[in-house]
């Protein structure tokens, strides 16, 4: 409806334009007969009787001429008026139609702004993403999932002896040794399911024909809509270091085996020693004599007993105490026991010592779990020694010895007897605290910590 108002409106104002000018130019013509009608009159006597005839007529005319004026008037001060009214309205069309394209051309400019922006920065980025690739002292090497070489930096020149020009298109088969193709396609397949092969030690092939040990990382490559559709790996030459890493192993086994002959040696030598003792004891008469020799003779034993654990340990620097303790008591018991069933109850977690600290705490066993087995039972042959080992707080160790005997004397704490002396003497070298009660027997409890050889 609106468009067609619009398109009538027009004509209206000119019909109306032309009725007014028509209507003017019958007023014109009206006024100029009138005069000369005045000026005749006179002679014309014939038409006196006829004067108010012509009065009549003449206001009639001009009645219905001021109507037409009037009319003609009105359409065209309408047709003025519709006229601004539609010049305001297509202005105002024309200025939200011009607004509008205003504000999207900015919206473009933005756009376009930002694009250039995010060109700008995407160029930046592959920029040092390039240069970091060429100078990587790694070999970094890009394929597509068809095993087809598509980029090759300085590095991989530099280590496979391949230029880029020579080696880009061609099959990656090439670097891998034959014993190694099966791996190679199984790699692939993870890496076609997009997974991330981490870092694994491969041999390579160079262009000369040699090998070279590397540490491998393959990643998958992946386009804008996330398909995987390449492989990107990074290849470091660790030959050198595979081959320190042999010579040291070489010079550790090397210093094992010269530790374990020590040790063997040491404990062939307390053995030696011990075997002298029980020599020269055997001419000894004397029981008072003969009790420290057969005491000097368990400590011998005690120490090696040490170092033959050591020598058929794996670390020759640490000892499973819970085994040694085992070991030792059954010796002990086969020493001083004869003819008596003393049993002994074990008490052991696994607590594994350094040589600085297992020495020490095992003539501390051997000294305590002698003397329940030579005074705990006297006039009796039965009996119980109770030996435990325990982790106590964090970084102590807690190692009990007691039996169900006749007790220990009031006076222990002043003793000043040799045997008492070493356990007061070895529990200050561990850096440990000696405890005793009698409860229903004699107990005797050692708490100490483990301390680095080395942190002296």
């Not at 000119?14 to 014109?28: K, R």
């Not at 390579?204 to 040699?210: A, L, N, S, T, V």
Request: charged share 25%.
């Amino acid at each position: 409806m609106n468009g067609r108002a619009h398109k009538t409106r027009p004509f209206a104002r000119l019909a109306g334009l032309l009725v007014f000018l028509i209507a003017l130019a019958l007023v014109i013509g009206l006024q100029a007969h009138w005069r000369g009608l005045v000026q005749w009159l006179p002679a014309m006597d014939r038409l006196r009787n006829n004067t108010a005839l012509c009065v009549v007529s003449c206001g009639a005319g001009l009645l219905a001429l001021g109507a037409g004026l009037a009319v003609g008037w009105r359409l065209t001060t309408r047709w003025l008026a519709g006229s601004d009214s539609f010049l305001e309205e297509q202005s105002r069309s024309r200025t939200g139609e011009l607004d509008q394209k205003n504000a999207a051309l900015q919206e473009e400019i933005s756009r376009r702004t930002d694009a250039e922006e995010r060109l700008r920065q995407t160029t930046e980025r592959l920029g040092r993403l390039a240069a970091i690739v060429k100078s990587s002292d790694d070999a970094i090497i890009a394929t597509t999932l068809e095993g087809i070489i598509t980029s090759w930096n300085p590095a991989a020149t530099r280590l496979l002896g391949y230029d880029a020009e020579e080696i880009i298109g061609q099959q990656v088969a090439r670097l891998i040794p034959p014993d190694r193709v099966e791996e190679e396609r199984q790699t692939m397949n993870r890496i076609q399911r997009g997974q991330r092969v981490a870092s694994f030690e491969a041999p390579r092939q160079c262009k000369d024909g040699r090998l070279i040990e590397m540490a491998i990382t393959i990643s998958p490559i992946e386009d804008a809509q996330g398909r995987v559709v390449g492989a990107s790996t990074i290849a470091r030459d660790i030959t050198e270091r595979k081959r320190a890493a042999g010579r040291m192993a070489d010079s550790l086994r090397e210093k094992d085996a010269l530790l374990r002959e020590v040790h063997h040696r040491v404990k062939n030598n307390m053995q030696v020693v011990s075997s002298l003792l029980q020599l020269q004891s055997n001419y000894l008469e004397d029981p008072k004599l003969l009790e420290p020799f057969q005491d000097c003779q368990s400590r011998i034993r005690t120490m090696a007993l040490i170092h033959e654990k050591l020598y058929r340990s794996e670390g020759l620097a640490q000892i499973d105490f819970k085994e040694y303790l085992e070991s030792l008591t059954v010796m002990l018991l086969r020493a001083h026991a004869k003819g008596a069933n003393i049993r002994p109850e074990f008490h052991l977690e696994p607590v594994v010592l350094s040589i600085d600290t297992a020495l020490p705490l095992g003539l501390i066993a051997n000294e305590l779990i002698s003397n329940s087995l030579k005074h705990a039972f006297a006039g009796r042959q039965n009996g119980l020694v109770r030996i435990a080992l325990s982790r106590h707080n964090a970084g102590e160790f807690r190692l009990a010895v007691g039996d169900d005997g006749t007790g220990l004397p009031d006076d222990i704490s002043q003793s000043n007897s040799l045997g008492v002396r070493l356990v007061r003497i070895l529990t200050g070298q561990i850096k440990g605290r000696m405890e005793y009660k009698n409860d229903h027997g004699a107990e005797f409890t050692i708490t100490f910590s483990e301390h680095d050889s080395n942190a002296k």
